[in-house]
């Protein structure tokens, strides 16, 4: 593959309740051995809640040189949350992320790419609480999550952050996020290939996975904020996901995110009003 693909882990806790055995930490850290295995850096968007109950994961990425993003307090889907609540949770998640790592925490993922036109009032709120740059939306039509018309290269939010939209690529009709989650899982390597091909030069190509996909031990559970479908298809392909992977990683950059926004020279990005009804198209 000639294109650079950063390499992205968003580190959660997605069980209902304490019935289930935690096995995040477990997890994370056979992750972040493979990425110290093949050499890769990363950004490793932790959710607040885990920082607190797992610092011992923090200071493992910090320790293997990785960057720590935020993947929300306790991955509640934005539109589960008022701006409030929302604005709130991020200071407290921040400073806790920032206290345990040592690193400023400069990226912000929201949980299930829930950044939509819907949630557009986080906009403003994550350049408030300090974050210069965003991975959290899908732009594309999606029942889920998509922000249908957004640009598929880096942009920046008008009076706020530079965002990273998740890449995307048209297959048979569906605009799909080949690149991550359980389309890198499920799908043959050739649907990556083609859609590293078809990218455009000015789009920032990132993959992103978690550490449960790595699990094929994990007692099944119905996820919650998902449908039953969605989350079986959670628990399918992860005994082949570690060799896959690791196939992946020989090709990936260790440049993270946080490198790249620092690096950009953002009054060149196309600049996105997240107000703007053109903005809409889902
Ligand atoms: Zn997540």
């Not at 950063?6 to 309740?17: K, Y």
Request: aromatic share 10%; proline share 6%; charged share 25%.
């Amino acid at each position: 593959m000639t294109k650079n693909i950063s390499v992205t882990l968003d580190v959660e806790d997605l069980r209902p309740s304490d019935q289930f055995e935690d096995r995040s930490k477990l997890m994370t850290e056979k992750v972040l051995d493979l990425f110290s295995e093949m050499n890769i850096r990363a950004t490793i968007f932790v959710v607040g809640d885990v920082a607190k109950n797992h610092p011992e994961i923090i200071n493992k990425a910090v320790k293997d040189g990785h960057e720590i993003g935020l993947h929300s307090h306790k991955h509640i889907p934005l539109q589960l949350l008022t701006p409030d609540e929302f604005e709130q949770e991020l200071t407290g998640a921040k400073t806790l992320l920032q206290e345990i790592s040592g690193q400023e925490i400069n990226g912000f993922r929201a949980p299930t790419m829930s950044l939509t036109h819907k949630t557009r009032w986080a906009v403003p709120i994550l350049k408030r609480v300090g974050f210069t740059y965003s991975s959290s939306v899908l732009p594309a039509k999606n029942p889920l999550y998509g922000w249908d018309g957004l640009p598929r290269h880096p942009f920046r939010w008008l009076n706020s952050v530079i965002e990273f939209p998740c890449p995307v690529t048209n297959i048979l009709g569906f605009t799909i996020p080949y690149l991550g989650g359980a389309y890198f899982r499920l799908f043959p390597s050739i649907i990556r290939k083609m859609g590293v091909r078809r990218s455009s030069y000015g789009e920032v190509l990132w993959t992103y996975c978690h550490p449960w996909e790595f699990d094929p031990d994990e007692k099944y559970y119905q996820l919650e904020n998902v449908g039953r479908s969605t989350s079986r298809i959670a628990w399918i392909g992860r005994k082949g996901m570690e060799n896959k992977m690791r196939d992946f990683l020989k090709d990936a950059s260790s440049q993270t995110l946080g490198d790249i926004a620092s690096t950009m020279d953002s009054s060149q990005l196309e600049i996105v009003n997240a107000e703007s009804p053109d903005n809409d198209k889902n």
